[in-house]
């Protein structure tokens, strides 16, 4: 659709405000992958309060914005168990040996200019766009 | 004090996450598909969520956080191998599902049984994520 660009925008911003609310409120980056990772290994056990909060807050604004949105709503997650099973593996795995996703690496860090954020960024979106041309192009199994 | 403004930046990243179509794995995908058919989204989102953060960035500089004793103490800008290989595997799982972390969290309610089984897929990942990490320690350290 033509405007999904501009939807694109607005919910980038807001997102963005979302990191500086919380980098300038709670002194923390806003990171999924280490905010939701630090429950499950243990490390963020001290913080599990906030962090259960923040992960509510992420979990309730679409239900609240739902009935504002126009469009279906709809994952479109692909319907290959073992896919999903192997890709959310790989996901977990590699956010917490590298410290960080796309909110921790991609916003927060590419937007003070960290070198640790740009070169992760680089990375996992060449390892992605290749992995999806070699499984969507090449195999024809996603 | 801390509470509310986790709530507050929970809710404003889930809702942006959900209006910038981000929880759709098609947009998330149709943008690292660049021999399909490409679609732009995901670079208007990052490049909106710079924007406020780099502001934020700037505004720390000689001040203290709200609800905190200081700002975050920033990792050394070295580059190590934990960073490139584990960004890599995050690519490789993000390419082939088109879900990072937020969205998955973000899209609970209504990303159906796939959308579960992706999240305790991530969770269990996560959960053994350091114990992965000390293997690739004594490879590196052999290497």
């Known amino acids: 659709m033509e405007t999904d660009w501009i939807w694109g925008l607005v919910g ?10 919380y980098l300038l409120g709670n002194g923390r980056i806003m990171g999924a992958s280490g905010i939701l990772g630090g429950l499950v290994d243990g490390s963020g056990w001290p913080s599990w309060v906030e962090r259960l909060v923040f992960i509510l807050g992420v979990v309730i604004a679409p239900l609240v914005l739902w009935p504002l949105y126009s469009v279906e709503i709809d994952t479109h997650l692909t319907q290959d168990f073992w896919v999903v099973v192997i890709a959310g593996l790989l996901v977990g795995v590699g956010t917490r040996i590298a410290n960080g996703c796309t909110s921790g690496h991609g916003v927060c860090g590419i937007s ?5 954020g ?7 979106i060449l390892a992605g766009g290749l992995t999806l041309a070699i499984f969507r192009h090449l195999l024809g199994v996603i | 004090m801390r509470i509310l403004i986790s ?3 929970g809710a404003l990243f889930g809702g942006g996450l959900f209006v910038s179509g981000m929880t759709d794995t098609r ?3 149709g943008w690292l598909d660049v021999f399909g058919d490409w679609d732009p989204t995901l670079a208007f989102v990052m490049g909106g969520a710079i924007v406020p953060m780099f502001l934020a960035w700037r505004f720390t500089k000689g001040r203290k956080p709200l609800a905190a004793d ?3 103490s920033l990792p050394r800008p070295e ?3 934990r960073l490139i290989t584990g960004s890599v595997l995050f690519g490789m799982g993000w390419g082939l599902a088109g879900l990072c972390p937020g969205p998955a969290l973000a899209s609970i309610t209504y990303g159906g049984i796939g959308g579960l089984v992706f999240l305790a897929a991530m969770i269990t990942g996560m959960a053994i994520a350091p114990r992965v990490g000390s293997q690739l320690d004594r490879l590196a350290a052999t290497a």
Do not use: C, E, M, N
């Open chain 2, 79 to 81: 580059l190590d191998h």
């Open chain 2, 27 to 29: 947009k998330v995908q």
């Open chain 1, 12 to 21: 980038g911003l807001l997102i963005g405000t979302g990191g500086a609310v």
């Open chain 2, 70 to 72: 200081s700002f975050p």
């Open chain 1, 118 to 124: 740009i070169v992760a960024t680089v990375f996992y």
């Open chain 2, 7 to 9: 709530l507050v930046a």
């Open chain 1, 112 to 116: 003070r200019f960290s070198l640790r």
